[in-house]
């Protein structure tokens, strides 16, 4: 549905039109890494530790490497006497990660050697071959006890498990919170979880000793990828070929096998052949290095009578696990929207990375803006609730208004656009509020337990991530550049490069849209491909919700010039002023005599073939690269630490209707409405199943999954028997609108949208169901929140 | 190790193919027949990432041996279209409601789907979600999915979308 303001009258963008890539999955002719087969490529196994926290005493591969079939049994020493340690976010001299185990296992999972054999299954017994001599030792799991220094050192060298602690205050906080009558402090705590996708990573790479290039195919979304793979391999960038046409069987942020990449990469060149490793769902799940965000907020907001918040005290402490990577950069990014979508004048965030005995913690869909939306949220409802007012109301009063923007939150972020009560207002009336509190209260009648869940939510796009600044001054960094070149042949063809992967969002469609709307082509009929890393521009991949913000007006701009380019050989061609010109489907024509014209074929003719007829000066061809920054970035923080981060700023509201078997704490979600505004949607159907799928993804968070571990350190969800991704069954159906509030700030009005529905799914569920169990007084506010959990609660408040 | 021959009918051709006993039959299609349409999710039964067709019946590839299926006839999703590459309505369906985002799932939903509306010409949206509940797929939320199904029943009832 669509709730729309009247649009542009666009041909091909927000028009229903088929996705280019949707064919060759339907027909089984996408090419996933698994699909790769280099000639001669052998195959990886890993052997993971059993323990989560050890010395590694003595590893005997003879058996292993005795076994027929076998090529080579590597273990962790020799991987890191050859190869550079891997890349931290922080600063952390100390803190030595490497993709085999070290002297030491840090936690149950991680991989101590990796076998190469003719087959995965020749190379999994050869696994089960190795022995190991381990000398366990007790492990440090408990995030909070970390900062008092009583838990066992995950990296002694380090001297704590506390990896980052800093406090950062924008605004008056001390004056609001003496201005204000009220203040609720209260604790949400988010489950470590992740994004899991169905398809698990995988590497290929294949070392040339004569060109003295690595090939590499992966699974892959990741910014810096083949930077990475170089410095580890100790080579320059230009040897380092990723293939970037790989299709990738679903990432929301988690695909970062850098680990997994070095480690084969190493044994490609070593041993003279192509290499693979494929994880299965136990290496993806534990070994894998693909967690997400485990968080414990304590936060304080101060509010006047009316439930207008004025301040907060945030603190988030994030168990990044054994190996932080970039992870504790998830602190960082929410700062971009810390107070969400509302009018808060001053926040003060203390940001504590503490590192633990589990599987290391990768980025996940939103970069840490779920947990803190969810905390915000559950601080939304704690207002409305000591005041005695409504959920609605409450929300209402405290969202940016309409003709504020562009609105400055106090660290520093630009709230673009929108108009956030219109949103809501539609959401509202789309979920027929009145009547699903109606059917909430009918359910409750007939003895059930059922609540209704409000959630508004702001979706960051862009991503300018200089907050890494904040928690690193080297990386010094005021860019996240996206690049594509375009080119229309000889014939009139048109061709894009793309220079990233894509893992499920679309992008062949959205660069193919965008260009054949600038230049009034039928998309359909342009190609668009993955350049490799070594003719590919720059780019920092397909991350932030950033590629229909920063790829798109890339895609426009260089459209644009091509256009412009054909425009000034017409001109020249036609004997008339450039402004004479008029373009329209394809046909350059003179302003007022529409006989005299040349057609699209004709300039691309003229521009490749016939020197003569070109205006002098200018290239031959017709072609046109964008590298374009993020709008409104490239400045360093000032003195009171604020700056804009994300550029664009989409927003939803979600109303959720769900019941609880009160016998099992089971939970039924009836309905899920969604009000969305993203700005201009290049592919309403791409923008639609984004925001579904996020939704599903949240519902996920808030109810089902967790990598649980127990007190040991041990995992207890290394499969999809353990770790609960939800079915057709657990997801009801969604009804979405769409509002359209254009950016200002970028080529056609387009924001991000891929994050959204998973942005504020967790807190919408939990609103609900904390609805449910109001009547009982019992406020559950740690995700996920499951049946058992619900089941516990109503025990203990009913015996 | 000992190698067996067997024959499996792919996608209508006969397949002789000699493989390990413990080779499973999603391994077999995919590593010696490189029909690679069918994925690889889980390999414990659950995600129906390796669904295909098995003598007419929706199996799990992943959790059987290939040799178990000497002598059967076993349709993947490159099977689906016909002779001439003419996609089904079914996978047109999947197209035209967007129902897939990664791809990766397509395949076993393609598979869950086409079973489903060979029993049930007509299925309201629970049968939908019943029929491809053992699917799962992290993209979509699976609305598009049952939208495409529900699309496939209704063009072959001949009633207008
Ligand atoms: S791979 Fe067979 S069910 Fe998951
Ligand atoms: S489309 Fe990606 S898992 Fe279903």
Not at chain 1, 161 to 178: A, S, Y
Not at chain 1, 360 to 374: C, E, H, I, K, M
Not at chain 1, 612 to 621: A, F, S
Not at chain 2, 12 to 31: E, I
Request: charged share 25%; hydrophobic share 40%; glycine share 8%.
């Amino acid at each position: 549905m669509t709730d729309a303001p009247t649009l542009p009258n666009y041909r091909y963008v927000s028009r229903k039109r088929r996705t280019k890539e949707d064919r060759r999955f339907i027909t089984g002719r996408g090419k996933f890494v698994a699909d790769v087969e280099v000639p001669g490529m052998k195959h990886v196994a890993v052997l993971p530790s059993p323990h989560p926290r050890a010395n590694i005493l003595d590893i005997d591969t003879s058996a292993a490497m005795a076994l027929p079939g076998v090529h080579y049994v590597l273990t962790g020493d020799e991987l890191a006497a050859e190869t550079n340690s891997l890349f931290h976010g922080l600063d952390l001299p100390n803190v030595i990660w490497h993709p085999l185990a070290v002297g030491m296992t840090r936690y149950a999972g991680e991989w101590v050697a990796a076998v190469v054999a003719d087959s995965r299954y020749i190379a999994e017994d050869a696994a089960e071959l190795i022995e190991v001599d381990y000398e366990s030792l007790p492990a440090a799991v408990d995030s909070e006890k970390m900062i008092d220094g009583d838990q066992p050192l995950v990296h002694p060298d380090h001297g704590s498990n506390v990896l980052f602690r800093k406090t950062w205050e924008w605004g008056p906080v001390e004056e609001d919170f003496e201005a204000m009558p009220h203040a609720v402090s209260y604790r949400a705590r988010w489950g470590r979880s992740s994004t899991v996708p169905i398809e698990t990573f995988g590497v290929v790479a294949k070392w040339d000793e004569i060109t003295e290039i690595m090939d590499v195919w992966a699974s892959i979304q990741m910014p810096q990828y083949q930077d990475q793979i170089a410095a580890a391999l100790g080579m320059p960038m230009n040897n380092v070929r990723v293939h970037n046409d790989v299709d990738v069987g679903g990432s929301y942020g988690v695909k970062r096998g850098i680990k997994h990449t070095v480690l084969v990469s190493y044994l490609a060149k070593r041993l003279g052949f192509p290499v693979r490793f494929i994880e299965d769902r136990l290496d993806n799940m534990s070994g894998g290095d693909a967690h997400g965000p485990d968080r414990i907020f304590d936060i304080t907001m101060a509010f006047d009578d009316d439930g207008v918040i004025k301040s907060m005290k945030i603190r988030a402490l994030d168990d990044v696990g054994a190996y932080p990577g970039r992870a504790p950069l998830q602190l960082g990014k929410p700062m971009t929207a810390l107070c969400g979508p509302y009018r808060v004048n001053s926040i003060e965030y203390e940001a504590i990375s503490v590192t633990s005995n589990k599987t290391g913690q990768v980025p996940v869909r939103g970069f840490g803006q779920s947990p803190t939306n969810f905390a915000i949220e559950t601080g939304l409802e704690r207002v409305a609730k000591y005041l005695g007012l409504d959920r609605v109301e409450v929300r209402a009063r405290n969202l940016v208004r309409k003709d504020e923007f562009p609105w400055k939150i106090p660290p520093g972020s630009l709230y673009d656009s929108g108009d956030f009560h219109a949103v809501l207002e539609s959401a509202i009336k789309t979920s027929n509020w009145d009547d699903l509190i109606a059917r909430r209260d009918a359910l409750r009648a007939e003895g059930k337990l059922a609540g209704v869940g409000i959630t508004t939510c702001l979706e960051p796009g862009g991503g300018n991530n200089i907050f890494e600044y904040l928690f690193n001054p080297k990386l010094e960094i005021t860019t996240f550049v996206e690049s594509v070149l375009i080119k229309v042949e000889p014939t009139g063809a048109i061709t894009a490069v793309m220079c990233t992967t894509t893992s499920g969002q679309g992008h062949e469609t959205m660069v193919s849209t965008i260009a054949g709307e600038e230049l009034e082509r039928d998309p359909d009929t342009i190609r668009v491909v993955h350049g490799d890393s070594l003719e590919a521009l720059p780019t920092r991949s397909p991350v932030a919700s950033r590629m229909t913000i920063v790829l798109g007006t890339a895609t426009s701009n260089a459209a644009r010039e091509i256009k412009d380019k054909m425009i000034t050989i017409a001109a020249y061609d036609l004997g008339i002023e450039k402004d004479q010109v008029e373009y329209a489907d394809g046909e350059f024509s003179v302003r007022g005599a529409p006989e005299r014209k040349l057609s699209w074929a004709q300039i691309c003719h003229i521009a490749h073939k016939q020197f003569h007829r070109m205006p002098p000066g200018h290239e031959l061809g017709l072609q046109a690269y964008s590298v374009q920054q993020v709008p409104g970035a490239g400045q360093l923080p000032n003195e009171k630490n604020e700056v804009p981060l994300y550029p664009c700023f989409s927003f939803q509201a979600h109303v959720p209707l769900v019941e609880i078997d009160p016998d099992t704490g089971k939970v039924k979600l009836h309905d899920y409405f969604i009000a969305h505004d993203c700005g201009t949607a290049i592919n309403p159907d791409i923008v639609r199943g984004m925001i579904i799928g996020g939704v599903a993804h949240g519902v996920g968070a808030a109810l089902y999954e967790k990598f649980e571990y127990d007190q040991d350190g041990q995992l207890l969800a290394g499969t999809f028997v353990d770790y609960l991704l939800p079915s057709a069954h657990e997801i009801p159906p969604v009804t979405d609108i769409e509002h359209c509030t254009p950016s200002p700030i970028t080529s056609l009005g387009q924001k991000g949208s891929g994050e959204g529905g998973y942005l504020g799914a967790p807190a919408a569920v939990a609103s609900a169901v904390n609805d449910a169990l109001s009547p009982y007084d019992i406020e559950i506010n740690e995700l996920p929140i499951r049946a058992r959990d619900i089941e516990a609660a109503l025990h203990e408040k009913t015996n | 190790m000992k190698q067996v021959e067997i024959t499996l009918n792919v996608n209508g051709r006969a397949c002789a193919v000699t493989v390990p006993p413990r080779m499973t039959l999603v391994d077999c299609l995919r590593d010696v027949l490189r029909l690679t349409g069918t994925h690889v999710g889980c390999e414990h039964g659950i995600c129906g990432a390796c669904s295909v067709m098995f003598d007419g019946e929706p199996v799990r590839s992943c959790l059987m041996f290939a040799v178990q299926a000497d002598g059967h006839a076993i349709t993947t999703v490159e099977g689906l279209a016909d002779e001439d590459g003419e996609i089904s309505d079914l996978q047109d369906s999947f197209w035209e409601c967007h129902a897939m985002q990664c791809g990766y799932c397509t395949p076993g939903m393609l598979v869950a789907s086409q079973a489903l509306l060979a029993e049930n010409p007509n299925p309201d949206d629970g049968d939908i979600r019943e029929a491809i509940s053992g699917n799962l797929c992290r993209c979509t939320g699976y609305q598009q999915i049952v939208e495409a199904v529900k699309l496939t029943a209704q063009r072959r009832r001949g009633v207008r979308s």
